[in-house]
């Protein structure tokens, strides 16, 4: 495997580099992450392990000895929290070809749902990044794209122009480890994206006018990638939150991609189209927004409907139980 022989420090830190560029992990959250994950590195090296070659076996193994340490359930549910994170980014960045931290538990730890938007939250954004200005076009397409086929932050930000040629009704994804996969373009989508190629074809023109190389990527940059950056993109996702309506807090690139899936599942997608269209190399990861469809329908029948608005309060309080 091509990351098997990098040192485990290595793993956390692009783990944290991205934690920090797609879900704005805080401070203090980096560094509890970076102290859980060296604890359980430590304990892996003293078995002639490595992230690369831990089995679900050893992770369980790591967590009894942190029990028969007497470490509260809090702080065991925070190791394995970061270790199960840990191991999502290296299966979805193709380091590993399995998650073996995928159908652990927690102790006792309720299972974290994923943030997700409404529709009319991602209309705002949508809206937001409509208003007039210099990148109305480029960030039109940024977020109609985005929304459409649910893509991971960096394979939006790196999509190559090629992609786009032809005015597509389906889209070529590179994602992780280098898999490709096609996804469906809605209407507005293709619109968008036309509009932006045509601006940004004519400011490429015009570059090379003046000697500079053209850019392969569809949404090119200066910088040392040559395309526009994850941190970029999600600063400009916090300001369409901000000019939209949205609370900053709930919106993230990668808030629109679980958006993008639970609206599908809500319309009545099939789980393996969605799994198909996310890139997930395993069903079970795409199961999860099953639990976030079914308790916004629970909190849907609780406040509309009419035997639920007219039970006891006591009746109330055990359906939210059940």
Known sequence: MAHADKPMPHWVQAFLEAQAAELDAATNTQLAYARDLGIFGDWLAHRDLHYATAQQGDIEQFLISCEAEGLAKSTRARRL????QLYRFAF????????PAIR??????????????DVPEVEALIAAARQPGRDRLRNTCLIELLYATGMRVTELVSLPVSAARGD???????????????VPLSPPARTAMADWLAHRDALEDEARTKGKPASRFLFPSRGKSGHLTRHRFFGLVKEFAMQGG???AKVTPHTLRHAFATHLLANGADLRS?????????????????HVLDERLQELVLEHHPLAQNAPATDKKNTENT
Do not use: C, F
């Not at 929290?81 to 199960?84: F, L, N, P, R, V």
């Not at 979805?92 to 998650?99: A, K, M, T, V």
């Not at 652990?104 to 938007?117: M, S």
């Not at 969605?274 to 099953?290: F, K, N, P, S, W």
């Open 246 to 248: 949205v609370s900053p």
């Open 81 to 84: 929290s970061a270790i199960k």
């Open 168 to 182: 597509p009704r389906m889209l070529l994804v590179r994602g992780k480890g280098g898999k490709e996969r096609m």
């Open 274 to 290: 969605i799994q198909t269209m996310l890139g997930h190399a395993d069903v079970a990861t795409t199961e999860i927004y099953t």
């Open 92 to 99: 979805e960045e193709g380091w590993r070809e399995d998650n």
């Open 104 to 117: 652990l538990k927690g102790p006792g730890k309720d299972h974290r749902l994923p943030k997700t938007l």
